[in-house]
């Protein structure tokens, strides 16, 4: 797309398979990522800029199961990927502090900090058992 280019609600709705209400929805949850310019009659209009945004939010909520809370914290650290399929294979998480991590699993550590703390509690459990 074109910068001068101003894409109507429609138009993007159709390009990124996504309704029209859900779009006015991820205004309102992601209101510094996407700013349409709005026109008589307040019909909302997007730039390119923010439509390839707006395919990279839907990419990382529906191909790759992150949660809005998970795509705003991306946003809040600035980073935000300008593709979500590099940025998941990129090893993105640990950029993002291993916000996608947390939203596929909802635990607040990881698989492998898991994994240690539980061979540390078999550990103390073997030595309990001497004692």
């Given at each position: 797309?074109?910068?001068?280019?101003?894409?109507?609600?429609?138009?993007v709705?159709?390009?990124l398979?996504?309704?029209?209400?859900?779009?006015?929805?991820?205004?309102?949850?992601?209101?510094?990522?996407?700013?349409?310019?709005?026109?008589?009659?307040?019909?909302?209009?997007?730039?390119?800029?923010?439509?390839?945004?707006?395919?990279?939010?839907?990419?990382?909520?529906?191909?790759?199961?992150?949660?809005?809370?998970?795509?705003?914290?991306?946003?809040?650290?600035?980073?935000?990927?300008?593709?979500?399929?590099?940025?998941?294979?990129?090893?993105?998480?640990?950029?993002?502090?291993?916000?996608?991590?947390?939203?596929?699993?909802?635990?607040?550590?990881?698989?492998?900090?898991?994994?240690?703390?539980?061979?540390?509690?078999?550990?103390a459990?073997?030595?309990?058992?001497?004692?």
């Amino acid at each position: 797309m074109d910068n001068e280019y101003f894409a109507s609600i429609n138009e993007v709705s159709k390009r990124l398979s996504v309704p029209a209400h859900t779009l006015r929805y991820w205004e309102k949850q992601f209101p510094v990522a996407i700013r349409p310019t709005t026109g008589a009659g307040g019909r909302r209009y997007y730039r390119a800029e923010t439509v390839d945004r707006l395919v990279v939010i839907r990419d990382l909520l529906y191909k790759h199961g992150m949660t809005i809370a998970g795509v705003k914290k991306l946003l809040r650290e600035g980073a935000l990927p300008k593709n979500a399929d590099d940025f998941v294979q990129g090893g993105g998480e640990a950029l993002a502090g291993n916000a996608l991590q947390q939203q596929k699993t909802g635990a607040s550590i990881n698989e492998q900090q898991l994994n240690t703390v539980i061979n540390l509690l078999e550990q103390a459990k073997d030595l309990l058992k001497v004692v």
